[in-house]
C-alpha cells in the first residue's frame, strides 16, 4: 500500500510510529502514555502492547522518583510549554540509558490536554563524555601532583594560570600568591634587565619549543639553577594561546658539578705545579752531584798514593752513592716526563710485546723465561708510554723471579664495555700482602737492594701511565707464589 492512499493524518501518525532513533511518546494530562512508536521500543524494550496505559515515570530511577521529578517534568511543561532535561533512565530489562528528554505540551483552546515527549538516547555519548573528564580530571591530578618538576601553564603574555605541587616545593609560592602574575617574577633583575625570559617566550612562540637553564629567584629571594623547557600551545587556527612551562631544580647537581670542575683545576694545578718542581729540583741536584763526582775522582786520581786501603774504600763509597743518586734524578726526571709526549696514535700491544722480547733477547735466554702473550688489542694511546709499561712489568717479572725456577710469564688482555683490562702474571718471589699498597708509590720497594737492584721508580711510572689511559693498575700476589698485576687503558680518551 502506498502512503498516498492514507489521509494526512494516517500519515502523520505512520511517519512518528516509524521512527528509530527517537522514541516518540504521547502522554495524556496526567502522564499516561498513549502511543509508542518504534523508537520507543527500540530504545525501552518495552513493546506498544506492554507499556500503552502506564505512567511515564515507570522509565525513572529510584532517586529521581523520591524527588517526583516525572511530576515536576510535566508541570513545568504545562507552565512553560516545554521542557528538557538530561538523565539516567531505566529500560524494560532493568539497565540504564542516558536519555536526553524534550517534554512539549499539547494544548486545546487554552487547555493542557497532553504531552509529547521525545527521547534521545545518548548513552554512547554520555559514556565518551565522562571517560574523556575522567581521563582529563586525572590528567589535572598527577600535574598538580607532581613534585619534581614545576609544571605551569602561561597565558600568551605570560602570565601564570596554575601552579602545581613541584613548582610550589621549587619555588617556594602558595598557588593564590602567584596565579595571575607574569613568569618573569622568577628571573633575576640583571636577567629581566637583559630580556632573558623575553628570550625565551619568542622563541617558544617562533620554534615552537625552548630550553634555557640558568639561575632563578625563589620567594625567598634564594636562587636556584632551573633548567627550563618551554612549550607552546596553539589553537585550531595554530594562532598560540599560551605556553607550558616545566621547570627543574638542578642547584645540587650545577654545585656538584661545579665543585667537580674546581676540584679538577685545582688538581691539574698542583700536579703541574708539583712537576715543574720535580722537575727544576732534580736539575738542580745534578749540578752539586757533578761536582762531589768531579772532586771525588780528583782525589782518587791526585791523592791514591796518601789514601790507605779505608780511604780508597770511603772514595769508592763515594762513588758508588753518587752513581746511585744520578740514577735516583735521571728516575724521577723521567717521571715527571711520562705523558709530556701528548699525541694518542694507534698502538698495536702485540707488536709491543715482541718488540719488548726482542729488546730483552739476552736477559731472556739467560734466565729461560717463557712469555705467553695471548691476543692483545689494537688501541689508541701514548705508545713510548705503553713500551715503558709493558717493559717495566715484564722485566720486574724476570728480576722477581724464583731461584731455582725459570720465570713464565702471562699476558692476557680482557675487552669491558668502557676499557681493555689487561693482566700480566709470573711464577716469581710474589710479595707479602701487608705492604703491597706501597709499591706503585716513587722509591717503595719491598726487597732489598744488593739482592735486586732498582730504585722504586718503575711501578710509579706504570701507575702514572695507566692514569693517563685514564686506568688504573693493581696487583695479586701471594708470597713465594708469584704475582699477577693488572692495568686497564680506557677505550675513548678525549683528552690527556
Ligand atoms: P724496583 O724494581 O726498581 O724496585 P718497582 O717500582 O718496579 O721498583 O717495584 C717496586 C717494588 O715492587 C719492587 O722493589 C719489588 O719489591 C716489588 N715488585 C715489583 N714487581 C714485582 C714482581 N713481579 N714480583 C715481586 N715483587 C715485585
Redesign the pocket.
Known amino acids: 500500500m502506498s502512503l498516498t492512499y492514507l489521509n494526512s493524518h494516517q500519515r502523520l501518525l505512520k511517519m512518528v510510529e516509524e521512527i528509530e532513533d527517537y522514541a516518540i511518546v504521547l502522554l495524556d494530562e496526567y502522564g499516561n502514555i498513549e502511543n509508542w512508536n518504534k523508537g520507543a521500543q527500540k530504545i525501552k524494550g518495552y513493546t506498544a502492547a506492554e507499556i500503552i496505559g502506564k505512567n511515564f515515570s515507570i522509565f525513572y530511577t529510584e532517586a529521581d522518583l523520591a524527588e517526583n521529578l516525572p511530576t515536576k517534568l510535566i508541570n513545568e511543561a504545562a507552565r512553560n510549554e516545554k521542557v528538557t532535561n538530561e538523565g539516567w533512565r531505566i529500560r524494560k530489562d532493568g539497565t540504564r540509558f542516558w536519555g536526553s528528554v524534550l517534554i512539549t505540551a499539547i494544548h486545546n483552546d487554552g487547555e493542557v490536554i497532553g504531552f509529547t515527549k521525545i527521547i534521545r538516547d545518548m548513552t554512547a555519548i554520555k559514556e565518551t563524555e565522562d571517560a574523556l573528564r575522567k581521563s582529563e580530571d586525572r590528567y589535572h591530578k598527577m600535574v598538580s601532583e607532581v613534585v619534581d618538576y614545576a609544571i605551569v601553564l602561561l597565558d600568551a603574555d605570560g602570565n601564570i594560570e596554575n601552579w602545581n605541587k613541584g613548582a610550589e616545593r621549587i619555588k617556594g609560592y602558595l598557588p593564590a600568591e602567584i596565579i595571575g602574575k607574569n613568569f618573569r617574577l622568577f628571573y633575576t633583575p640583571e636577567d629581566r634587565k637583559n630580556r632573558v625570559p623575553d628570550q625565551i617566550i619568542s622563541t617558544a612562540r617562533y620554534q615552537g619549543r625552548a630550553q634555557q637553564d640558568g639561575w632563578r629567584v625563589r620567594k625567598d629571594g634564594t636562587l636556584f639553577w632551573g633548567s627550563v623547557t618551554i612549550t607552546a600551545l596553539y589553537d585550531d587556527e595554530g594562532i598560540v594561546t599560551g605556553f607550558s612551562k616545566v621547570t627543574r631544580d638542578l642547584t645540587e647537581k650545577r654545585k656538584s658539578e661545579k665543585a667537580h670542575e674546581e676540584h679538577m683545576l685545582d688538581l691539574s694545578r698542583r700536579n703541574s705545579e708539583l712537576e715543574q718542581f720535580t722537575y727544576i729540583a732534580s736539575h738542580d741536584l745534578q749540578e752539586p752531584l757533578r761536582t762531589i763526582s768531579s772532586f771525588n775522582e780528583l782525589l782518587k786520581e791526585q791523592y791514591y798514593e796518601q789514601l790507605d786501603d779505608d780511604g780508597r774504600m770511603f772514595t769508592d763509597m763515594i762513588e758508588q752513592s753518587a752513581d746511585r743518586m744520578r740514577n735516583l734524578i735521571h728516575g724521577l726526571l723521567d717521571y715527571t716526563r711520562i705523558g709530556t709526549r701528548k699525541s694518542l696514535t694507534e698502538v698495536n700491544c702485540n707488536t709491543v710485546v715482541q718488540d719488548i722480547e726482542k729488546d730483552l733477547y739476552k736477559l731472556i735466554s739467560e734466565t729461560n723465561t717463557t712469555i705467553i702473550s695471548h691476543p692483545l688489542p689494537i688501541l689508541q694511546g701514548l705508545k713510548m708510554e705503553l713500551i715503558q709499561l709493558f717493559q717495566?712489568l715484564i722485566s720486574?717479572?724476570i728480576?722477581?723471579r724464583k731461584k731455582n725456577l725459570a720465570p713464565v710469564i702471562e699476558i692476557r688482555a680482557e675487552e669491558h664495555r668502557e676499557h681493555w683490562q689487561f693482566s700480566l702474571s709470573?711464577n716469581?718471589?710474589?710479595?707479602d700482602q701487608r705492604y703491597i699498597h706501597k709499591?706503585f708509590m716513587i722509591f717503595?720497594?719491598?726487597?732489598n737492594r744488593d739482592e735486586?737492584k732498582?730504585?722504586?721508580?718503575?711501578?710509579?711510572n706504570c701507575k702514572k701511565i695507566a692514569e693517563l689511559h685514564k686506568g688504573d693498575i693493581w696487583v695479586h700476589?701471594v708470597l713465594g707464589e708469584g704475582?699477577t698485576?693488572y692495568f686497564t687503558i680506557a677505550k675513548h680518551i678525549d683528552h690527556l
Request: hydrophobic share 35%; net charge positive; no cysteine.
Open positions: 717495566n720486574n717479572a728480576k722477581y709470573d716469581g718471589i710474589g710479595m709499591i717503595q720497594r719491598l726487597h735486586y732498582g730504585n722504586g721508580i718503575g711501578l710509579a700476589s704475582s698485576f
